[in-house]
């Protein structure tokens, strides 16, 4: 293995400190505390696992925190119903609808429900539409996570070629939004993409976001390449045991790491900075409804 490895815990820890520090100096110079509501539906093992740490790390940084759990049976109408009660409720400056819902509901409806300003998801069809034009919006937590990795290892990414393995609404496009406003050469990779292998092996940035475990290889990676991983796979790992599993991502990492400048690991790479960027969404949002200064380096 050549690769440096990207420490993604130590990033985000990073990130949650000067957080805290800001949140502190709101406190103390203007009397305000941001306030983060989630809200889970639902029994989903992970996505209980991501809230509670979700709630654990706003606390410890020294704001608000909410959850809000709701059965899995309850209606579209009720999960809306909530979300306006939080859009109206001033000490709430973002609110996260976890996802995915169950299956009954439509996401689309639920997410465009929630106030623009507070939407610290960045999935508002209004926020979607401002990142893609250039303009001040809220940016999807991993993205903006990846973003952060990239500047800090970068400096500049203009003129780099970046290329962005998946087409999703969560990562996938609003990455190639943030490195095309960074000035990067930017091309969207997906299953329809023709000698998908020779696109990747053209990249100084390669994001994976695809959600196929270990689809990418070494020989896909340009030697010296910077390798962002966003995959978490769930496979099964039968030397640890019956019905084990461990978590992979959509690199496979021994042999990209073999190739790549620069790599981060599944798990401890950019899983950890979704939250961390989840905390500075909510510092931005509290900011701007208070009309104050946006905290640098913390926002894209
Ligand atoms: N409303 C949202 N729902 C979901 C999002 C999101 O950004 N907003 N993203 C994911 C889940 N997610 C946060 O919600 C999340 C996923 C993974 C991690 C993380 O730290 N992963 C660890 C490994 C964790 C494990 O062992 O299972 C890592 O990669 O090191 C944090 C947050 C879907 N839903």
């Given amino acids: 293995m050549s690769a ?3 420490d993604g815990k130590a990033f985000a820890a990073r990130i949650r400190g000067e957080v805290g520090s800001h949140v502190a100096r709101l406190k ?3 009397g305000i505390v941001p306030g983060l509501a989630v809200v889970l539906v639902g029994e989903d093992p992970a996505s209980q696992v991501y809230v509670r740490n979700k709630g654990k790390q706003t606390v410890e940084a020294g704001m608000h925190s909410e959850e809000h759990r709701m059965d899995a049976s309850v209606s579209e109408a009720e999960v809306i119903a909530m979300v306006e009660r939080l859009n109206a409720d001033p000490k709430i400056h973002g609110i996260l609808v976890q996802l995915p819902l169950p299956s009954h509901m439509n996401s689309e409806i639920v997410i465009n429900t929630i106030s623009p300003a507070k939407d610290v998801d960045g999935f508002h069809i209004s926020n979607v539409g401002l990142l893609g034009t250039g303009q001040k919006s809220m940016v999807p937590c991993t993205p903006l996570g990846c973003l952060m990795m990239l500047r800090d290892r970068f400096g500049s ?10 087409r999703s609404n969560i990562v ?3 990455m190639f939004n943030l490195l095309l406003r960074d000035s990067a050469t930017v091309t969207v990779a997906h299953s329809r993409t023709r000698d998908i292998e020779a696109v990747c092996r053209g990249a100084d940035i390669l994001v994976a ?3 196929r475990p270990e689809m990418i290889r070494g020989d896909w990676v340009k030697p010296g390449a910077t390798v ?5 796979n769930r496979v099964p790992a039968p030397e640890k045991g019956e019905g084990k599993h461990r978590i992979v991502g959509d690199c496979h990492f021994e042999s990209c790491a073999e190739v790549a400048g620069a790599i981060t690991p599944v798990p401890g790479g950019v899983g950890p ?5 989840l905390l500075a969404n909510t510092l931005t949002a509290c900011c701007r409804a208070n009309r104050l200064p946006e905290p640098e380096g913390l926002t894209a």
């Fill in 28 to 30: 103390q110079e203007h």
């Fill in 4 to 6: 440096e490895i990207i």
């Fill in 157 to 166: 990414l203009s003129g780099q070629n970046a290329v962005v393995v998946g």
């Fill in 172 to 174: 996938g496009k609003p």
């Fill in 273 to 277: 900075m979704t939250i961390a960027c």
């Fill in 209 to 211: 976001a695809v959600g």
């Fill in 228 to 232: 962002i991983d966003v995959g978490i």
